[in-house]
């Protein structure tokens, strides 16, 4: 695989093909794997050399946790794994029924509460990263220094080792960067969806990691004509194409793509030793 390696946060080495739990639960819709191939999908992504694994507490639906699959499968933990969760504007239980001023995932007592229901689910007495999630369901326009106040108090607490932002504008990355060290940032980006160009290159900068969730389209698969034609030439598929991008796009992008499909894990990892010529880096604009 890919042997280009990140250090997030700037002491925790990762290789820059990860991996995200989500579609192991089918949360919020779709699909997903029975227990015991959700298990051998993850075995297998660590044996194949990853080591970051992306995923929150809210990853669950009908009993199903991404989290419980990680620590049955994994734990006790490599010493290298590092897990990745998020915490904030995204809603789970009795939070869905209310309106978006009643509900709780960014109040201290909401963050406090994510944070302690991953360190519970995944058996681990401190987060990796965690991932303050900003901008859904009506908090568009909620304020970043609030919470983020209460994710530093609990770095201090010794529950978080390094802090991470989600689903955040340019202008929030900047004002994050002056309340908070930021290790990474986790937005929708990928080679048919570039609004974020000026943040990647900002975020590379600055050494933080910039990590694309979708990374091939997400609900929408990316069928482009010119992915095709670049996976023809190099007889891959098109999300291979998608994912070699960007790595190609810049270096402190991280992928976590995410799949209930052992095809499809040892593709997506394959897509790390795809290099991209001038030709088809041109071809794709």
Known sequence: MNSRRWALGGDLGVARVGY??????????????????AVAILRRAVELGVNHID?????????????????????PYPDDLVIVTKVGALVEGPDLALPATEQRGLTPDGLRRG????????????????NLRM???????????????????????????HIGISNVTFEQFTQARTLAPISCVQNAYNIARRDDDALVDACAAADIAYVPFFPVGGFQPLTASRLEVVAARHGVTVPQ????????????????????SLTHLEENIAAGGLQLNTEDLAALG
């Open 55 to 75: 995923t929150s507490n809210y990853y669950a639906r009908d009993g199903v946790s991404a989290n419980e699959l990680i620590r049955t499968a994994l734990h």
């Open 241 to 260: 194409v998608a994912l070699a991008w960007l790595l190609a796009r810049s270096a402190n992008i991280l992928l976590i793509p995410g799949t209930g």
């Open 115 to 130: 944070v302690e229901a991953n360190l519970k689910s995944l058996g681990l007495d401190q987060l990796d990263v965690v």
């Open 20 to 37: 995200g739990a989500m579609k192991l639960t089918g949360w919020p819709r779709g699909e997903r794997p029975d227990r015991d191939a």
């Open 135 to 161: 901008g859904d369901r009506g908090h568009a326009d909620a304020p970043l220094e609030p919470p983020l106040k209460t994710l530093l108090t609990m770095r201090e607490e010794g529950l978080i080792r």
